[in-house]
């Protein structure tokens, strides 16, 4: 697959396939980043269709390092995420713009939940703050733009819809998204040996929460 190479930096590499969502780039550029194994690369940062690579630049010049990566040949068959079930409560005190999206789509608030939890979604990428999923797969029925405001604290866990893309809130933070629901979900480990159980290239399927129940 081609890209653009750009150099952001003396010590960065970006690996440009084109400013899009798409499903096929994104498995490739995830498969990518994982065969970057060079010594002398320090980080490697996946995207929706980029790679940003982290080299020292006294091992390797950025000529080099990238005949080395278009040499490579990833496996894009064997890119295959794990898939989690996330529980929401969705709407009053934990989704305060539920009804907003509702009206937004000319849609009830139960029909939002029902769309928003029918669909599974891949996880692009990770990005924004640790552990914070950006996922693709919303329906368009119930997208809705970001708050014109965003809010100086949004809890952690909360589930918000921007545009064409959910996503959940790892930890406190301001935020524009719409909130819709909140999930006892962790993302974000910092005392666990697997700080972050969700990964790009994972699916994750949301399960309504009603009376302490999953339905």
Request: hydrophobic letters at 35%; one cysteine or more.
């Amino acid at each position: 697959m081609r890209f653009k190479v750009h150099q952001p930096a003396e010590n960065y590499i970006l690996l440009d396939f084109g400013n899009k969502i798409n499903e096929g780039i994104n498995k490739y550029v995830i498969a990518l980043a994982s065969y970057i194994k060079h010594e002398a690369v320090l980080e490697v940062i996946p995207a929706y269709s980029s790679i940003l690579v982290e080299f020292d630049e006294s091992k390797i010049s950025s000529e080099k390092l990238y005949r080395y990566i278009k040499h490579l040949k990833p496996d894009v068959v064997k890119e295959q995420g794990k898939t989690h079930i996330v529980p929401v409560i969705y709407g009053g005190v934990f989704g305060p713009d539920l009804k907003h999206v509702a009206i937004t789509n000319n849609l009830t608030e139960e029909e939002v939940i029902k769309i928003h939890s029918s669909n599974s979604y891949r996880v692009y990428m990770l990005g924004f703050m640790p552990g914070f999923c950006y996922l693709g797969g919303l329906n368009p029925l119930i997208a809705c733009e970001r708050k014109i405001e965003p809010r100086l604290k949004i809890s952690k866990g909360s589930v918000g819809i921007a545009g064409q893309q959910t996503g959940i809130y790892p930890s406190k933070s301001p935020g524009g998204w719409q909130i819709i629901g909140k999930t006892e979900f962790e993302l974000y480990r910092p005392k666990s040996e697997e700080i972050f159980p969700i990964n790009a290239g994972d699916v994750i399927i949301f399960k309504p929460i009603v009376n302490g129940r999953e339905l």
